[in-house]
């Protein structure tokens, strides 16, 4: 039994120098694992450490840029709303200019009309007097016993050209208030 203990002890004695040889072994691999990540690590950080350097300015950038994108909104929105009450101001003036245009037409069509009625008229009554007038002289008869008011030795009568003149005087007067009429009958159906 003592040899069988000594065996034994020795035995232990043996497992345990290389239980602890392993665990040396152990402990170098794992030291050098750590080494290894601990090297990994630092590379991994400074690596980081230089993207930062680089994200941070860009950050930076793409925060100034939407601060001025954020301005250039408020001042296009600002601007959008003084457009928008200028375009409705537009719209009422012009919606008053067309009443106004409306209302003096309305009040200036009646009068106007009437006014190239009476001188169309009047023009046509001339004519027709001049007409008369002619007519008596040419025929040199006289009336109810009474020679004719004027004479064929009148300076008036004398120049028939003046009569002809007179009339085309008096018929381009009426094809001139005959266009206004039709313009004007032209911005009554407008």
Not at 98 to 126: C, D, H, W
């Amino acid at each position: 039994m003592d040899q069988t203990l000594q065996i034994i002890q020795i035995a232990i004695g043996i497992i345990i120098i290389l239980l602890f040889l392993v665990f040396t072994v152990l402990v170098l691999q794992v030291t050098k694992l750590i080494k290894l990540v601990t090297s990994k690590m630092d590379k991994l950080e400074s690596q980081i450490n230089d993207v930062k350097l680089k994200v941070i300015p860009a950050i930076d950038n793409i925060q100034t840029v939407v601060h001025s994108v954020n301005k250039i909104v408020t001042v296009v929105e600002a601007n959008t709303i003084v457009l928008t009450n200028t375009v409705e101001k537009i719209d009422g003036a012009v919606d008053g200019i067309i009443k106004f245009e409306q209302n003096i037409q309305a009040r200036a069509e009646v009068p106007i009309m009437e006014t190239i009625n009476s001188y169309s008229a009047l023009v046509t009554g001339v004519k027709a007097f001049f007409s008369k007038l002619g007519e008596n002289r040419s025929y040199g008869k006289y009336k109810g016993g009474k020679r004719s008011y004027y004479n064929s030795e009148d300076a008036i009568y004398n120049n028939e050209s003046s009569f002809d003149n007179d009339n085309r005087e008096f018929d381009d007067i009426n094809s001139e208030l005959d266009l206004v009429r039709k313009k004007l009958e032209e911005m009554r159906k407008d």
